[in-house]
Structures are given as C-alpha cells and as structure tokens.
C-alpha cells in the first residue's frame, strides 16, 4: 500500500506541494483544489501538512452511495471515480480527519489519488517533509501523530477526540 508520509519537523509551508497539486488536478494555482493542505499553526510555530490517510478500513468508502470510492490494486490508494460521483458529501462527513473536498465547480468530492502513484506534491516538496512510501505502519504511524498533535493543540489532553491510530 503506497502511502504518503508527512514530517512536521521538515515542512516549512512553502505551499509548493498545494500549488502542483492544484496544477495536476485542475489545471490552476488555487489553493483551494488542492487535494494536500499545508496548516500552519503560530501558537506552536507548526507547519501541518494534510492529505488523504488511504486508510486500510476506509469509512468514505463505506458510506458512498454510489460506489464511486475503490481501491486502486495498482497502488492500494483509494480513489473517487469523478463520473460515478454523485456530489452527495456523504464521504466528507465519514473522514475522520478532514482530508475530503469538495469541488463545487464540477459537484463532486475530491481527495488524493496519489497521482496514480507518482505523487507530484513529494516531488517538488523542498524541504522533504513529504515521501512516499510503501507501509501500512506509516499510516498507523501518522495517524497517531496527529491525534498527538490535535489533542495537545486543543488543550483537552490525549484522549480527547481519539480515534484508533
């Protein structure tokens, strides 16, 4: 399973990663349509960089009506299909983290595809905060990390709003 790997000691928010991404999937510079978000938090001086999980167990998959969210067997990510997407927003409300859009352009949800596994945000990430790799445990990995982060930003200790790493 290809997975892409954040580090938040790395990333310095230069948005390239937001820019290529936007470029790749709608042919534009708005940050907006960019399936990777860069958060920056000035109260911990936190450089956060977002994107899909590709979560083993993966709840949009789930809960899309449609069937429009598959596991791509080539790269193990999970895609939406933007014909059979129907715009529902189910998905959206079953991420756990946040990492769905929606593209109110064409009506329909968004996430990372991996670029078909040559993700075009690792390229031209300049600090090498993000990379590609092939693991679950990275996954599990960074889920758990920003769980900790999360739950110690917010202030209402670990197990606030914890979910299973």
Same mark, same amino acid.
């Given at each position: 399973?290809?997975?892409?790997?954040?580090?938040?000691?790395?990333?310095?928010?230069? #948005?390239?990663?937001?820019?290529?991404?936007?470029?790749?999937?709608?042919?534009?510079?708005?940050?907006?349509?960019?399936?990777? #978000?860069?958060?920056?938090?000035?109260?911990?001086?936190?450089?956060?960089?977002?994107?899909?999980?590709?979560?083993?167990?993966?709840?949009?998959?789930?809960?899309? $009506?449609?069937?429009?969210?598959?596991?791509?067997?080539?790269?193990?990510?999970? /895609?939406?299909?933007? %014909?059979?997407?129907?715009?529902?927003?189910?998905?959206?409300?079953?991420?756990?983290?946040?990492?769905?859009?929606?593209?109110?352009?064409?009506? #329909?949800?968004?996430?990372?595809?991996?670029?078909?596994?040559?993700?075009?945000?690792?390229?031209?990430?300049?600090?090498?905060?993000?990379?590609?790799?092939?693991? +679950? %445990?990275?996954? #599990?990995?960074?889920?758990?990390?920003?769980?900790?982060?999360?739950? /110690?930003? +917010?202030?209402?200790? $670990? +197990?606030?709003?914890?979910?299973?790493?």
């Amino acid at each position: 399973m290809l997975f892409i790997s954040m580090d938040l000691n790395k990333c310095v928010a230069c #948005r390239n990663c937001e820019y290529v991404c936007a470029l790749t999937n709608a042919g534009d510079f708005y940050r907006e349509h960019s399936n990777i #978000r860069v958060n920056y938090y000035h109260d911990v001086n936190v450089c956060m960089p977002l994107t899909c999980l590709q979560c083993e167990d993966a709840w949009c998959q789930e809960v899309c $009506p449609a069937a429009a969210i598959t596991k791509n067997p080539a790269t193990g990510g999970i /895609e939406i299909d933007k %014909d059979r997407c129907v715009g529902c927003k189910m998905c959206m409300l079953a991420c756990p983290l946040g990492n769905i859009h929606y593209d109110t352009k064409r009506q #329909r949800s968004q996430k990372c595809n991996l670029c078909g596994g040559d993700p075009k945000c690792v390229k031209f990430c300049i600090s090498g905060a993000l990379k590609l790799v092939d693991s +679950s %445990d990275y996954a #599990r990995s960074n889920r758990a990390m920003f769980h900790r982060f999360m739950s /110690e930003f +917010s202030g209402c200790g $670990p +197990s606030c709003g914890e979910l299973e790493p």
